[in-house]
């Protein structure tokens, strides 16, 4: 059976959208059961190009000391990407990230602004990162979702001043927005999370974006094993994400799933075994 086929199926048996995150969940344990009953790995089901993703890993909004001590704690365990939330304060984001380059020196930055900061604030940060010698590799929703033109502006100053990728996130709900993105050359980068979409919405969007020459970022909510893991065989077998942010799993200080993947540092190893691979500790539950 091809994936075309398996989704399909899954189309017809859930008709409309629905929640989407409850809709998500329900299209992964779908297509989990149709790959175990053929016996292929997600990864496999999903094209193959690849058994292995490697993530980048998240800072929150902390005072810069306890931001230094995350980034070199990472550091230690191989993580080469971060991932900064900022968008709270524009000067206190800049000296977290001072203070993370003087512990982390070689480090890549994705800044997460989650609609945070105003179009000219965005701005700003471009201006005072390039003072410092800093060029994120991906600055993630600098404005509101809702704000087109102010996503729009960002994404051109960015990427012809700083030579900096934008990425919609929030701006992107469905395969609607994916069009407006590409039609209104309102950014780089589409973030593609499987509990906005759904496993078709988001498959419809990575044709809309890959089509038009838009790069891809897989992400997702607070999730555990299943979800990530999920999330992580698909970009894996897919092979076109430039960006990977699935790292909530190692965030988390209780996870009710084993197996599924195997990690080491920023790297999931997904394996041969049927499906997901992923199992529920039911015990804890």
């Known amino acids: 059976m091809t994936l075309g086929l398996v989704l399909e199926e899954i ?23 149709i790959a ?27 005072s810069p000391n306890e931001a230094a001590k995350l980034a070199s704690e990472y550091r230690e365990r191989g993580f080469s990407t971060l991932k900064l939330k900022v968008g709270k304060d ?23 602004a989650n609609e945070g900061y105003s179009a000219n604030e965005a701005v700003e ?17 600098p404005v509101h979702r809702d704000n087109w033109d102010g996503l729009r502006q960002v994404s051109d100053v960015a990427k012809e001043k ?29 973030n593609i999370k499987l509990a906005k ?17 838009i790069r891809l970022m897989i992400g997702g909510m607070v999730e555990t094993r299943l979800a990530m893991g999920f999330a992580g065989h698909l970009a894996a077998g ?17 996870d009710p799933v084993f ?5 080491s540092g920023p790297v999931y190893k997904f394996t041969n075994s049927r499906g997901h691979g992923g199992f529920l500790h039911w015990s804890n539950i």
């Open 238 to 254: 897919l092979g076109c994400f430039d960006f990977i942010d699935l790292d909530t799993p190692l965030l988390l200080s209780d």
């Open 90 to 112: 524009l000067n206190s984001d800049i000296e977290v990230m001072k203070a993370i380059r003087s512990v982390h020196p070689d480090c890549e930055f994705i800044l997460d």
């Open 259 to 263: 197996e599924g993947y195997e990690v």
């Open 11 to 33: 189309g017809r048996a859930l008709p409309g959208h629905g929640f989407a995150s409850v809709r998500a969940g329900v299209e992964m344990a779908l297509i989990d059961a």
């Open 162 to 190: 700083y030579g900096v990728s934008v990425a919609a996130d929030e701006s992107c709900r469905s395969v609607d927005d994916a069009h407006r993105i590409v039609k209104g050359k309102v950014a780089h980068v589409i």
């Open 36 to 62: 175990n009953s053929i016996r292929l790995p997600l990864w496999r089901l999903f094209g193959g190009a690849s058994n292995s993703i490697t993530t980048d890993i998240t800072i929150p909004i902390v």
């Open 197 to 213: 979409s759904g496993v078709l919405g988001a498959l419809e969007i990575i044709n809309v974006a890959r089509n038009a020459g």
């Open 125 to 141: 940060v471009l201006e005072k990162l390039a003072e410092m010698g800093v060029t994120p590799k991906l600055f993630e929703q």
